[in-house]
């Protein structure tokens, strides 16, 4: 009865201890608090791997964290109840428990192990005066039960089995005090042998078993940590070093663009001295030249103009993407545009040019025109000879994406060319029954990687050509 009144009685006092907690304690005093005892447990900085030892210990500093205002909320009912039951010995302990929380909690000076090892010295001793004192099977063995889960929780196996080896003691001592009928406690008088034993023993398995399986448990969840904090480390440098390469290649891609701007500009000046020099000469010596001359003369002029054509194209190609900034283009609007552009090409090929419902979306204008124009001159160039060119030129929407699609019904390609043709200055054909400087499709790869898009051709020989180009709703905002 006397047990069951001082359990209701610190069941009481507990719930009015934290509502008024609750209630008066302002948070930021318990934030503070909080601080404190975090700094004085844990190192100053998180390991790099948090492996097991750092959970333990962090398990430790949040049990820290509450037993103070616990051990306080349990004094004063612990210390009437102790003078009441004629227990002076276990009110004092009940203080100096009490006062040893509040030294390990807020003293700097005591390591982690110490600060862990006094806590489960107090505890011990806790135990071993319910046992003797007031004779509490339940309480008593039950310390040391969730004393040994405790130690198991906050230290290493090792320790743990010390553990059940000091319960194992402090059993046996138990019972020859019973066996002895030692007047100086309560065991005698309540318990008799045999059931101590049976009851002990049992306390004695289950506590193997529970450190048993939580050093199973532990050990893992050291391993999945360790393997888990390992291959985030790889994948950490594995990330390091693809954004050295990525941040080394965009340098490498920016210089080459430079020096092929710089290159093509300087190139365009004794270009020009070499095309101005052989039209003097054409007028000034025209009538006393003979064939040769003329036709040496005439390559000269046709090599520089092609030369002019090809530093042309690569000083665009070099352009692409440096002037202007993305806005929301009305493809639609702009299909029309180019249409009346190449109004006189289109009408000299006699081409009829489809267009499905395009979408209004974000885009660098000028370049997405040039890509539309390219692959729509493409499509007029490589026709079937005495053919009906036709082109269409759709749009389809994706989750993430507008894919486009421009199909021809044109001479086609093979498929091992598939890839080649988007490469700078590749040509699939004779310049003298194809013009062009064969830049074309490598501008259009360009301009959709602009765009964080993709670019692709599906084509047979001698059945036309579909290209299919990707662009993002939103711009390639998230793309890398």
Known sequence: MKA?????TFEILLRAYMFIVKVTIPMQWWIKYKRLVESNT?????PEIRGLAYWRDRLFTNILLYLLPVSLVALVPGVVMSVKDNVPLLAVYDIFIAIVIGVITFNRSFSLAARKTLIVICLYLLSVILLVYLGALGP???YLFGLTIFITLIF???VAWLSIAINTVIVIISALIIYFKHP????????????????SSNLLFLSVVVVASLNLLFNGLEASILKANRLQNELREESKSLERALSLMETKNRELEQFAYIASHDLQEPLKTISNVVNIFEDQYKGRLDNDAVTYLSFLSLSAERMRLLITGLLDYARIGKEGEMELVNSQVLLQELISDLDMLITESRANIFIGKMPALPAYRLELKQLFQNLISNAIKFRQPGGQVEVRICAQEENDCWTFSVKDNGIGIGEKFHKKIFM????????SKYEGSGIGLSHCKKIVELHHGKIWVESVANEGSTFYFTIPKNGGVNAK
């Open 4 to 8: 069951l009144i001082r359990e209701l």
């Open 184 to 199: 100086g406690t309560a065991l005698p008088q309540l318990y008799s042998l045999g059931p101590w034993i049976a009851v």
């Open 424 to 431: 700078i200055f590749k040509r699939l054909h004779a310049r």
């Open 42 to 46: 844990l190192a100053k900085a998180d």
């Open 156 to 158: 290493s196996v090792s």
């Open 140 to 142: 008593g063995l039950l």
